[in-house]
T-cell receptor, first 112, second 117 residues
């Protein structure tokens, strides 16, 4: 039962353009969502998060949007840079225990 | 801030031996640490939640007698893979939550690549 889904395994974007990574979830109990960036053979690096009481959170080039009614969140990267090329995971959690449920990941490739 | 280290970064061992992986929060205290594993081209799967001073909580399908977890202090958790077999070869990653922060953000270590021959 995949509670967090990233349906696009890969995305290719031109440098300077916007990258939009999508994530869907099924569990309405989730109250906190996070995006991580990961390179091969390395641990995930935290990028940005959002609480379910908000619909948008922005940090520099990264913005996360949350649509609770659609159970959908997205990560926007503007402008995209070649160094952004990596696998991006969305994750969700719903209790004080903090257990994260991860999506399958989307591999972003930003071409110069 | 929020740095998590893991040691070793990679290990090769013979089938039947045990391997210990350490996870440390370097600049914050973590009452809770998490252990994940990742197979190639797949997502991170939570194995267990490690709580300081108490027994770990294992996810369904994870053998607690095979994957021993000890969280002896607020900055250290260890995962021991006992009697390792080739199917245990994987990328093991730990994470920790900062008790001083209200958010539920987890910070991850760099991972440990285990290869069992």
């Amino acid at each position: 039962d995949q509670q967090v889904k990233q349906n696009s395994p890969s995305l290719s974007v031109q440098e300077g353009r916007i990258s939009i990574l999508n994530c869907d979830y099924t569990n309405s109990m989730f109250d906190y969502f996070l995006w991580y960036k990961k390179y091969p053979a390395e641990g995930p690096t935290f990028l940005i998060s959002i609480s379910s009481i908000k619909d948008k959170n922005e940090d520099g080039r990264f913005t996360v949007f949350l649509n609770k009614s659609a159970k959908h969140l997205s990560l926007h990267i503007v402008p995209s840079q070649p160094g952004d090329s990596a696998v991006y995971f969305c994750a969700a959690t719903y209790n004080q225990g903090g257990k994260l449920i991860f999506g399958q990941g989307t591999e972003l490739s930003v071409k110069p | 801030g929020a740095v998590v280290s893991q040691h070793p970064s990679w290990v090769i061992c013979k089938s039947g031996t045990s391997v210990k992986i350490e996870c440390r929060s370097l600049d914050f205290q973590a009452t809770t640490m998490f252990w994940y594993r990742q197979f190639p081209k797949q997502s991170l799967m939570l194995m267990a939640t490690s709580n300081e001073g108490s027994k770990a909580t294992y996810e369904q399908g994870v053998e607690k007698d095979k994957f021993l977890i000890n969280h002896a202090s607020l900055t250290l958790s260890t995962l021991t893979v006992t009697s390792a077999h080739p199917e245990d070869s994987s990328f093991y990653i730990c994470s920790a939550r900062d008790v001083g922060q209200p958010a539920k953000t987890q910070y991850f270590g760099p991972g440990t690549r285990l290869l069992v021959l």
